[in-house]
C-alpha cells in the first residue's frame, strides 16, 4: 500500500488501483495472466474514468449561462487525483470532489465515488455521481478498459470475438474528428458475436446506441486460453475501440452519455446524451470483470 496505488487481492485474483484517475491499471490471475492493457507506446492509460463528459466536445468548450468552458475529450476525471476513502485487502474507495481548479472547467458541484471490490471469480467497479450543488447537475459518466488483445500471446487477434448476451441488430453509431454523426452504419454483429479485427476499428469505436446486452464475453472463438466477461448495470451505451491503426489492446467501454453531435451547438445542459442530476440527488451504475481460463 502507498499513497499512489493500492492492491487488492482474493484467493484467484488481484488489482490494482492508482489514485491519479482511480485508475485500474492491472487484474492478474493466480497463473498470472494479465487482463489489462499495460499503457504502451500505442495508448498511454490503461483502464481511465470518463467524466464528467464521454467523448468530445466541439473545439474540446461548451456553453453554460453566457460563459465558455474548456473540456477536453472524456473530461478531466481520469486525470485528476482522486482521495482514498477506504482501503482493504479486498475493496478500496476512492473519491473526487468539485474544487476551484474543477470549476473553472466545469462549474458544477459533484461527489463522483469509485468503489472496488475483488473475489475469486472477477472484479466489480462501483461508480456513484451525487449532485451537491443547487442546481441541476449536467453530466455523463463511463468506463474504458483497456484488454490485452490477444490474451494470450501467438494468437492470432482475428481468431476473437465478442459474444454479446442479446442479438444487436440495430445500426451502430460513428464519430468523425471526435463528434457522432447523424448517419448510422450496419450493425457488424451477427446475431449475437462480433468477429474482431483491427478493420473494424478504421472509422474508429464501434458505438452501440443503445444496447440491448447487459453482458458480454471477450475470448478466442474456439473458446481456448484466457477469456472475460463483463457485464454492467445502469449503462445505456456500448464502445468497443481500438487503435484504426492496430494496437494491441481492446477497449469494452460501458458509457452512459456519448460525444457531441456534429454540428450541436446549445447550451451544454442541451446536449444529447447527459444525465440531469437533481440537487441533492445521486446516480450509481457499476460494470463487473469476471476472467477464467479454458
Not at 467524466?51 to 461548451?62: H, K, Q, S, T, W
Not at 474508429?204 to 443503445?210: G, M
Request: a negative charge.
Amino acid at each position: 500500500m502507498t499513497d499512489d496505488t493500492h492492491t487488492i487481492r482474493s484467493d484467484g485474483l488481484t488489482a490494482t488501483i492508482k489514485a491519479h484517475g482511480a485508475e485500474m491499471c492491472s487484474l492478474r490471475d493466480r497463473g498470472g495472466t494479465e487482463f489489462i492493457w499495460q499503457a504502451g507506446p500505442a495508448w498511454p492509460r490503461h483502464a481511465p474514468l470518463l467524466f464528467p463528459i464521454v467523448g468530445r466536445l466541439a473545439n474540446d468548450e461548451f456553453r453554460h449561462r453566457g460563459k465558455i468552458y474548456r473540456v477536453t475529450q472524456h473530461g478531466f476525471a481520469r486525470d485528476s487525483r482522486f482521495a482514498w476513502v477506504a482501503r482493504s485487502e479486498s475493496s478500496c474507495s476512492l473519491v473526487l470532489e468539485d474544487s476551484e481548479a474543477t470549476r473553472t472547467l466545469y462549474p458544477f458541484a459533484f461527489r463522483l465515488t469509485a468503489t472496488y471490490a475483488i473475489d475469486d471469480a472477477g472484479l466489480d467497479l462501483s461508480l456513484a455521481v451525487v449532485n451537491t450543488g443547487g442546481e441541476t447537475l449536467p453530466v455523463s459518466l463511463g468506463g474504458h478498459p483497456a484488454f490485452n488483445w490477444p490474451l494470450q500471446a501467438g494468437v492470432p487477434k482475428e481468431s476473437y470475438a465478442l459474444t454479446f448476451t442479446n442479438e444487436e441488430p440495430s445500426p451502430i453509431r460513428r464519430v468523425e474528428g471526435g463528434l457522432l454523426l447523424a448517419e448510422t452504419d450496419p450493425s457488424p454483429v451477427r446475431g449475437k458475436l462480433l468477429p474482431l479485427s483491427e478493420s473494424l476499428f478504421s472509422n474508429d469505436a464501434v458505438i452501440l446506441d443503445p444496447v440491448n446486452s447487459r453482458a458480454v464475453r471477450y475470448a478466442a472463438r474456439n473458446d481456448a486460453g484466457p477469456w472475460l466477461e463483463m457485464s454492467w448495470r445502469g449503462f445505456r451505451e456500448l464502445g468497443v475501440w481500438s487503435k484504426p491503426s492496430g494496437a494491441p489492446f481492446l477497449c469494452i467501454e460501458p458509457w452512459r452519455g456519448y460525444a457531441s453531435p456534429a454540428g450541436f451547438a446549445g447550451e451544454f445542459s442541451d446536449k444529447p446524451g447527459l444525465m440531469h442530476i437533481a440537487p441533492g440527488a445521486e446516480e450509481q451504475m457499476s460494470f463487473r470483470i469476471e476472467v477464467g481460463t479454458s
